[in-house]
């Protein structure tokens, strides 16, 4: 998981997780108050576990003629997928000067 830029403190798996659900809040070192920002490519990381596979399900792979029960299997998809996007997303010191590495 992802650890502190600037020295090397672990992050929370709470803190990464409620950082994705408030649209990508920067995340702050509890140690050094290092602010860090998630990189484009965690954007797209957290997307394709958790919204992607809810919208195959919902339009190719359920089995249920119910409006309902395909939206509440998709919506359990995308939360079990959510769990581990702490774990695969990185995060960049907020004044390193590329948005992208
Ligand atoms: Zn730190």
């Known amino acids: 998981m992802q650890k502190c830029k600037n020295c090397n403190t672990q992050f929370r798996w709470s803190t990464i997780y409620k950082s994705f659900w408030w649209g990508y ?13 998630i990189i484009v490519r965690g954007r797209i990381i957290f997307v394709s576990l958790t919204i992607l596979p809810m919208l195959v399900f919902g339009f190719f792979l359920s089995p249920f003629d119910s409006a309902f029960a395909t939206i509440c299997v998709g919506t359990a998809i995308l939360i079990i997928g959510s769990l581990f996007t702490p774990y695969l ?4 010191k907020a004044d390193q000067s590329s948005y992208f590495n």
């Open 89 to 92: 997303v990185k995060f960049r």
């Open 25 to 37: 809040k920067p995340i702050k070192c509890e140690n050094c108050n290092a602010e860090h920002r």
